[in-house]
């Protein structure tokens, strides 16, 4: 089967390619992507490995070279070496700010008539109650205020 991708590097790349692999600290994916790039370079430059002794030799499967080539020739060098930035969070943030905000004020007013504190359940019964969320653990309450650095006692 001929292969579908070829990869053929400029002068300049393979001096960009070659400083990342050498120089510098980075991510071992990055620099493997360089190595790899390198070697399955075809061009007048390059060494013109087979890929199978290229993963051999990176200890990289075929299918993720043969990957890497289809990024390079279809996105470019920068997008076969570097890691797709996510385009929207993993979840959505239930606790911001302002539930922060508002859980600080409470936890720093009056305590409810007949305690002499607040307690993290208390607090998070209340949150529920004066609806600042629709549903909170009291775990979730607990971690906000010590990431905010207040303790109830």
């Given at each position: ?29 990055t620099v493997l992507s360089a190595r ?118």
């Amino acid at each position: 089967m001929a292969p579908r991708y070829k990869v053929t590097l400029t002068k300049e790349e393979r001096k960009e390619l070659e400083a990342i692999s050498t120089k510098g600290k980075r991510a071992a994916r990055t620099v493997l992507s360089a190595r790899a790039l390198l070697l399955l370079d075809a061009g007048e430059y390059g060494p013109k490995w087979v890929v199978a002794r290229v993963a051999e030799a990176l200890g990289r499967t075929t299918r993720s070279l043969e990957h890497l080539k289809k990024r390079f020739v279809e996105e470019g060098l920068t997008a076969a070496i570097e890691r797709k930035k996510r385009e929207t969070p993993p979840r959505e943030i239930l606790f911001g700010g302002e539930f922060e905000a508002r859980l600080l004020a409470l936890a720093c007013s009056q305590a409810p008539e007949g305690r002499k504190r607040w307690t993290v359940r208390l607090l998070a019964e209340k949150v529920v109650e004066l609806e600042i969320a629709p549903s909170v653990s009291p775990m979730t309450v607990c971690n906000t205020l010590k990431k905010m650095n207040l303790s109830l006692t």
